[in-house]
């Protein structure tokens, strides 16, 4: 039996486990009786044509979701966005393409602190707080100071 013979509900079927490899979901989703779906699943996936069929649509998927085929759609969508003018597109495009390539990555840092480290930090500030601060103004100390530059 051949993939063009399977039923409609064996066809529809072989899509969605090949997409979620979920046999009682992908058997209630092809129109299978909600009840016997389980059964239904155990069965065409011990029918070879199906397993073949299978076999095939996930090749199809893998396909279509490779990461050479993303990195040389964007490359594509970049050029044609700049040679249209589209400057914006064409830099998204660009920084996706670099995103993918590991070049800009996102860094979050996890620190731990413990209450200890909390209570020194706590101390610390109000220690600073007492100390006295200097507000008296600057500009004449840095314009004498231009002036010995100036020579």
């Known amino acids: 039996m051949s993939r063009a013979a399977l039923s409609v509900k064996q066809e529809r079927f072989v899509k969605e486990y090949a997409r979620t490899g979920n046999g009682a979901g ?3 989703k092809a129109g299978y ?33 490779d990461s050479d085929r993303v990195q040389r759609r964007l490359d594509e969508i970049s050029h044609e ?9 064409a830099v998204r495009a660009e920084e996706l393409l670099g995103k993918s390539i590991g070049m800009w990555v996102d860094q979050s840092v ?8 909390v209570q020194a930090l706590l101390n610390q500030a109000r220690q600073r707080q007492l100390e006295p601060i200097d507000n008296s103004d600057d500009s004449q100390a840095k314009s004498a100071d231009s002036d010995v530059d100036d020579g």
């Open 33 to 65: 009786k909600p009840k016997a779906s389980a059964e239904i699943a155990y069965e065409n996936l011990g029918k070879p044509q199906i397993i073949a069929a299978v076999a095939q649509e996930r090749a199809k998927i893998a396909w279509k979701v």
């Open 26 to 28: 992908s058997a209630r």
């Open 81 to 89: 966005a700049q040679a249209d003018g589209q400057y914006g597109p």
């Open 110 to 117: 996890n620190i731990s602190v413990s209450s200890e480290h």
